[in-house]
């Protein structure tokens, strides 16, 4: 059997064909959105630090009146007003309506579609399976890690990516079994858009990407950037791409239905939940779990 | 200093200084013990007297006690939610200041508000958070607590004391606690959970609900989110 009709064999899908459709186009797309993106990120920004200012001046009026007012032994409760000393979460939300809407639609998507698919795979697949399949995915997502720690000037935390994916690929069959994290090696999220960060890049407005959930204009732009480069859009044939592509989205949100899952009513406002939970996480990923205080 | 050593030591020794020597090395060697000696033991007993009041080993005993607990009857809290709850609010919530922590959350309303709408507010934001806790710790499975090291200064008023929940697999999850003095103990306010500090996230969303609906909106909704949750569990 020669090469050639093997290849004749493999119909391309519908969606490689879409992609073939696309591509002449997609880097140079891809950087002009970057180019836009991390534009309005440094205007917003620029724009952003005299409101930010301002908040934080009304602020202490506020905590000066409180005490003038109330006199004596109001001092202590003055200091309760005052918010807790993490850094300001950007207040500002100058998208918040177009948001959303991305968000609701997100939403709907996620109950109508993803989530009863979530629960599904949740309660058909064994523990172990399920441990392996993101286990998989993590092992690769080590690789991501591993770039961008070089990038970040970081090289032993780089070297710590660079054992676990030796040892889980190979020990670990293929990074099923995790074999690192149970030695000590953890596992640490690094991407594109923690790497700007790092070098400087201001997040711009928050972002409600659709299909894609929360993300800042920065980190948006990073995503972009990145795709054609992430380990699992390297596979072939692209049939296992896609399915896994879509596996590592019903795992993920099958690990996240698991770890709440009463979680819903406890938001009074979902939309502001999420975001203010993102960009909190999002700093203390950028500062390795450490942000200043 | 030469006279004392000639007391302290025989005539017939061949350490005993003569006039003119230079003090022997063996009763410089021993008064070197001595000092490392008093200083041991003054460590230890300053160490001793900051036991009771360390904010790192205050967390790290509650949460390994808590943990010890959760483990010895998992499946028995698991099938009765109201047990759970109870559980909850038994050991963890004497340690957590709810007034305080609420009055951050709520932010500059909580002064405008009356006594009572604050007690209110305190209540149900309490037992959300007690469903909110209650529910993360049915997926507790093999986890450990590792403490950071410390970094503040334990004779400060408010301090952060930071740990990580570490699993089997995956990233070991951040988990820092603000804390203030409480005479000899410690109060938690704040609590953060991979990076996300919890008084935070409720600040906008009880902001928002304040402009849109005033205080007694939020005491509203928070009752109507409890109620439904009340509801869902039992």
Redesign the interface.
Same mark, same amino acid.
Request: net charge positive; glycine share 6%.
């Given at each position: 059997m020669n090469k050639s009709s093997c290849i004749a064999k493999l119909k391309p899908s519908p969606l490689d064909r879409l992609r073939a459709l696309l591509k002449p186009l997609c880097m140079r797309m891809r950087l002009l959105v970057f180019v836009f993106c991390s534009s309005v990120a440094w205007h917003v920004s620029a724009s952003a630090q005299p409101v930010q200012d301002a908040l934080e001046k009304s602020q202490n009026m506020l905590i000066e009146v409180a005490v003038n007012n109330a006199g004596p032994g109001s001092l202590e409760k003055a200091a309760w007003i005052r918010p807790a000393e993490s850094a300001a979460v950007l207040a500002s939300d100058p998208l918040e309506s177009i948001n959303r809407a991305v968000f609701g639609f997100n939403d709907q998507l996620d109950r109508r579609f993803v989530k009863p698919i979530a629960s599904a795979y949740l309660n058909t697949v064994p523990r172990p399976l399920r441990e392996g399949f993101g286990n998989m995915l993590l092992n690769l997502d080590d690789l991501v890690s591993l770039v961008n720690q070089l990038l970040q000037g970081k090289p032993s935390k780089a070297a710590v990516s660079l054992a676990r994916f030796i040892v889980n690929s190979s020990i670990g069959i293929v990074g099923f079994f995790d074999v690192a994290t149970e030695s000590g090696l953890y596992h640490e999220t690094e991407d594109l858009g923690q790497t700007f960060a790092v070098w400087g890049m201001p997040s711009g407005p928050y972002l409600v990407l659709p299909l894609l959930g929360p993300s800042t204009v920065r980190d948006a732009s990073a995503r972009v950037l990145f795709q054609p480069f992430s380990p699992i859009r390297q596979i072939n044939p692209s049939q296992t791409r896609y399915v896994l592509i879509a596996g590592s989205v019903v795992s993920g949100r099958a690990e996240l239905l698991e770890a709440s899952q009463s979680s819903g009513l406890l938001m009074i406002d979902r939309y502001l939940f999420a975001r203010d939970a993102f960009l909190q996480r999002r700093r203390s990923l950028i500062f390795d779990g450490d942000p200043p205080e | 200093m030469l006279n004392v050593t000639q007391h302290l030591i025989h005539r017939h020794s061949p350490w005993f200084p003569k006039t003119g020597h230079r003090l022997p090395w063996l009763l410089i060697a021993r008064s070197w013990q001595v000092s490392l000696l008093a200083i041991l033991v003054l460590s230890l007993l300053s160490l001793q007297a900051a036991a009771q009041t360390r904010p790192d080993e205050f967390v790290g005993r509650i949460s390994n006690e808590i943990l010890e607990k959760v483990r010895q009857q998992r499946q028995e809290l698991l099938n009765n939610p109201q047990k759970l709850n109870d559980f909850v609010s038994q050991l963890v919530m004497p340690h957590v200041d709810f007034e =305080?922590m609420t009055?951050?959350a709520v @932010? #500059?309303s909580? %002064?405008s508000a009356t006594p009572e709408q604050q007690q209110k507010i305190s209540l149900e934001f309490r037992n959300?958070l007690t #469903?909110?806790y209650a529910?993360?710790m049915?997926?507790l499975r093999d986890q450990k607590i590792r403490l950071k090291p410390f970094r503040g200064d334990a004779a400060d008023a408010e301090v !952060?004391v %930071?740990s990580e929940i !570490? @699993?089997?697999?995956? /990233?070991?999850i951040?988990l820092d606690y %603000?804390l203030f003095r409480q005479g000899e103990s410690w109060k938690i306010y /704040?609590i953060n959970i991979? @990076? !996300?500090?919890l !008084?935070?996230?409720? =600040?906008?969303?009880?902001a928002?609900?304040i402009n849109a609906r005033g205080l007694d909106g939020?005491i509203a909704?928070?009752a109507d %989110?409890n109620r439904?949750?009340e509801a #869902?569990?039992l």
């Amino acid at each position: 059997m020669n090469k050639s009709s093997c290849i004749a064999k493999l119909k391309p899908s519908p969606l490689d064909r879409l992609r073939a459709l696309l591509k002449p186009l997609c880097m140079r797309m891809r950087l002009l959105v970057f180019v836009f993106c991390s534009s309005v990120a440094w205007h917003v920004s620029a724009s952003a630090q005299p409101v930010q200012d301002a908040l934080e001046k009304s602020q202490n009026m506020l905590i000066e009146v409180a005490v003038n007012n109330a006199g004596p032994g109001s001092l202590e409760k003055a200091a309760w007003i005052r918010p807790a000393e993490s850094a300001a979460v950007l207040a500002s939300d100058p998208l918040e309506s177009i948001n959303r809407a991305v968000f609701g639609f997100n939403d709907q998507l996620d109950r109508r579609f993803v989530k009863p698919i979530a629960s599904a795979y949740l309660n058909t697949v064994p523990r172990p399976l399920r441990e392996g399949f993101g286990n998989m995915l993590l092992n690769l997502d080590d690789l991501v890690s591993l770039v961008n720690q070089l990038l970040q000037g970081k090289p032993s935390k780089a070297a710590v990516s660079l054992a676990r994916f030796i040892v889980n690929s190979s020990i670990g069959i293929v990074g099923f079994f995790d074999v690192a994290t149970e030695s000590g090696l953890y596992h640490e999220t690094e991407d594109l858009g923690q790497t700007f960060a790092v070098w400087g890049m201001p997040s711009g407005p928050y972002l409600v990407l659709p299909l894609l959930g929360p993300s800042t204009v920065r980190d948006a732009s990073a995503r972009v950037l990145f795709q054609p480069f992430s380990p699992i859009r390297q596979i072939n044939p692209s049939q296992t791409r896609y399915v896994l592509i879509a596996g590592s989205v019903v795992s993920g949100r099958a690990e996240l239905l698991e770890a709440s899952q009463s979680s819903g009513l406890l938001m009074i406002d979902r939309y502001l939940f999420a975001r203010d939970a993102f960009l909190q996480r999002r700093r203390s990923l950028i500062f390795d779990g450490d942000p200043p205080e | 200093m030469l006279n004392v050593t000639q007391h302290l030591i025989h005539r017939h020794s061949p350490w005993f200084p003569k006039t003119g020597h230079r003090l022997p090395w063996l009763l410089i060697a021993r008064s070197w013990q001595v000092s490392l000696l008093a200083i041991l033991v003054l460590s230890l007993l300053s160490l001793q007297a900051a036991a009771q009041t360390r904010p790192d080993e205050f967390v790290g005993r509650i949460s390994n006690e808590i943990l010890e607990k959760v483990r010895q009857q998992r499946q028995e809290l698991l099938n009765n939610p109201q047990k759970l709850n109870d559980f909850v609010s038994q050991l963890v919530m004497p340690h957590v200041d709810f007034e =305080r922590m609420t009055a951050l959350a709520v @932010g #500059r309303s909580w %002064r405008s508000a009356t006594p009572e709408q604050q007690q209110k507010i305190s209540l149900e934001f309490r037992n959300l958070l007690t #469903r909110t806790y209650a529910g993360a710790m049915q997926s507790l499975r093999d986890q450990k607590i590792r403490l950071k090291p410390f970094r503040g200064d334990a004779a400060d008023a408010e301090v !952060v004391v %930071r740990s990580e929940i !570490v @699993g089997s697999r995956g /990233d070991p999850i951040g988990l820092d606690y %603000r804390l203030f003095r409480q005479g000899e103990s410690w109060k938690i306010y /704040d609590i953060n959970i991979a @990076g !996300v500090w919890l !008084v935070e996230t409720y =600040r906008n969303q009880f902001a928002a609900e304040i402009n849109a609906r005033g205080l007694d909106g939020l005491i509203a909704t928070l009752a109507d %989110r409890n109620r439904a949750l009340e509801a #869902r569990k039992l």
